[in-house]
Structures are given as C-alpha cells and as structure tokens.
C-alpha cells in the first residue's frame, strides 16, 4: 500500500519561512519523481517543484528563489523548503510520487498572512 504523507503546513505571515515534509511507504523512493503540487482556493492544482535527483530539480516560476525541493532516498522523504512566503502561497500543498502512476498525499494546508 502505498502512502505519501505531508507534514510541516500552518499559518505564517508574509516573509516567514515553513519546512514541508513528505514521507513515502511502499514504493521503491529512489526511482520515482518527486514533486510538491498546490491548490489555492478557486484555483487549479499547480506544479511548485519537481526533484529527480539533487542536480536535476525544477520549479515554477512563482516561486523560484524562494522555494528549495529536496529529497534524503535513504529516509524516504521530500522536501519543500519556502522561504519569503508571500499571501499568493496560501494554498493546500501536495506531495506527489510519479514514475509510471502518480501517487498523491492528502495535503497540507499552508495559510500566509499579510
């Protein structure tokens, strides 16, 4: 059974820092693509950032330079650390596991204040 489950979400205000975490059971972790997907409100899920490995890492552009996607293969677990958090990134974070089917977390709801 697989599982991906989110943790470190909460209210920040603008500027602050928040660490999200996402530990994976019952995959291989090493082999899949791991990414962190958000879904403000009225809004459509979008892509945050995406790790292969730890030199080949994608983001999107809203949050480049303040956002770092990170993963440790031998504790199973990604991150997503956000940093100079800005209203426009309250949303519910995501964890996905992508490698042939995609695999999602139940989320993290992630609330900046102005």
């Known amino acids: 059974q697989v599982r991906l489950v989110e943790s470190g979400g909460g209210l920040v205000q603008a500027g602050g820092s928040l660490r999200l975490s996402c530990a994976a059971s019952?995959?291989?972790?090493?082999?899949?693509?791991m990414g962190w997907y958000r879904q403000g409100p009225g809004k459509q899920r979008e892509m945050v950032a995406r790790?292969?490995?730890?030199?080949?890492?994608d983001y999107a552009d809203s949050v480049k330079g303040r956002f770092t996607i990170s993963r440790d293969n031998a504790k199973n677990t990604v991150y997503l650390q956000m940093n100079s958090l800005k209203p426009e990134d309250t949303a519910v974070y995501y964890c996905n596991a992508n490698l042939a089917y995609a695999y999602w977390g139940q989320g993290t709801q992630v609330t900046v204040s102005s």
């Open positions: 019952g995959i291989i972790f090493s082999r899949y693509v």
């Open positions: 790790i292969i490995s730890d030199r080949s890492t």
